[in-house]
């Protein structure tokens, strides 16, 4: 099975005149590989999916599978249609990879007997190991900590990415070790590796990425008050990475330094002329 520890990215699409942009999200994935990241979740909440196409996707993950490693690309996979997310899976299941990143269902808010059989249902029809992806601010549906106890159970089941903002239920993962657990909250990142996290999916790794490999790496050393200055050098940019809806000042990031352009798909909209002019100055303190 997949082992997700270390720095994963929630990688952006990148687009130009509202098309994918192909050659940027090349140069983006060989410059984050080079700095030392575990690998990419694509077409995830980062990813614009919901903007994409399942063509447009199916054509990101293959450019991505193109450049890097099966073994470090995981899929998103989301949706409130179930046989429409079971039939998307399968085609995406053609490809090798390393996993699928599944939230739940979103805005029809299911029961908590709901959320376990569709996660049941979504993690028997896998033939690679799958990341629960708890969100629920996104998905309004609230996973309740024994219920997400239960379903990470399931053999299938590889990993949460822990974006659910109750600490006990972190820490009762982790204490369970039936899944690694993955900082999704990423000023939460320090915090759940001295728990005992395995890593992140990060949106702001993206801006320094060589600085998270840094921190997960002084604390699996053992060096946590050089963890604690890394993770405080990294604060003021993930504090403003997420001042606007994601990823609309990281696409302003990524602009800044020449990577990518910072197009995003309506209803998303371009940061804000004040907030581009803070995070220049925040990428000029981070030696961004």
């Not at 979740?41 to 193109?66: I, K, N, R, Y």
Request: proline share 5%; aromatic share 6%.
């Amino acid at each position: 099975m997949s082992n997700f520890r270390g720095i994963w990215i929630a990688l952006a699409t990148p687009f130009r005149a509202d098309e994918i942009d192909f050659e940027g999200l090349e140069r983006l994935v060989k410059k984050l590989l080079a700095d030392g990241v575990a690998g990419f979740v694509v077409c995830g909440t980062t990813g614009e999916a919901a903007a994409l196409s399942p063509a447009e996707q199916l054509s990101v993950l293959d450019s991505v599978l193109s450049w890097v490693d099966p073994h470090q690309v995981v899929m998103g996979l989301s949706g409130n249609n179930l046989r429409e997310i079971l039939a998307f899976q399968e085609e995406i299941q053609k490809r090798e990879l390393a996993g699928l990143l599944v939230p739940a269902p979103y805005y029809i808010r299911p029961s908590q007997a709901g959320l376990e059989s569709f996660f049941m249902t979504v993690a028997d029809a896998a033939r690679v190991p799958v990341i629960v992806y708890d969100i629920p601010y996104r998905t309004g549906a609230r996973i309740a900590r024994e219920t997400l106890r239960k379903i990470v159970r399931h053999p299938q089941i590889a990993a949460v990415k822990d974006c659910g903002g109750d600490m006990e239920t972190t820490m009762a993962l982790i204490q369970d070790g039936a899944v690694q657990v993955l900082a999704g909250e990423d000023s939460q990142l320090f915090n759940s590796l001295c728990l005992g996290g395995s890593g992140a999916i990060s949106a702001s790794a993206h801006i320094r990425a060589d600085l998270y490999v840094k921190l997960h790496q002084q604390v699996d050393s053992g060096d946590l008050e050089g963890a604690r200055l890394t993770h405080y050098q990294l604060l003021p940019w993930m504090q403003i990475a997420f001042a606007e809806p994601n990823p609309a000042v990281l696409k302003a990031a990524l602009d800044l330094q020449g990577l990518t352009s910072a197009d995003l798909r309506e209803p998303m909209q371009a940061c804000t002329p004040a907030t581009r002019v803070a995070l220049t100055k925040v990428l000029s303190l981070l030696g961004a």
